[in-house]
């Protein structure tokens, strides 16, 4: 059963930047899709970041450009940079890993963390 802990996490200011760590207990990393989704209540889900196990990397568009996904394969760390974040960035963040990705979302059974808060304002 693979765990995945979520740090990172906090309050900013428009125009700042977080970086969201992810340690996964598994060998998940390299071998499955990783990424992350975020969800506001009562909204739907959204993909932000995924990269897959060759290492392509897929964003969905309100993020291009600000945010970065990237994994340690030794440390079984997953990423996620975030910069000139705004306030509809503000949301729970979860990292997740899947069977394989679909452009920035994960499809298929798979483990998600407990989430880790960013507000930005």
């Known amino acids: 059963h693979v765990q995945l802990v979520e740090s990172g996490g906090g309050s900013v200011q428009v125009g700042g930047s977080l970086r969201l760590s992810c340690v996964t207990s598994?060998?998940?990393?390299?071998?499955?899709?990783m990424g992350w989704f975020r969800q506001i209540p009562d909204k739907e889900r959204e993909g932000v970041a995924a990269?897959?196990?060759?290492?392509?990397?897929s964003y969905a568009d309100s993020v291009k450009g600000r945010f970065t996904i990237s994994q340690d394969n030794t440390n079984k760390t997953l990423y996620l940079q975030m910069t000139n974040l705004k306030p509809e960035d503000t949301a729970m963040y979860y990292c997740a890993t899947a069977p394989s990705c679909d452009g920035s979302r994960l499809l298929g059974r798979g483990a998600r963390g407990r989430g880790t808060q960013v507000t930005v304002s």
């Open positions: 598994g060998d998940t990393i390299g071998r499955y899709c």
């Open positions: 990269i897959d196990s060759d290492g392509s990397t």
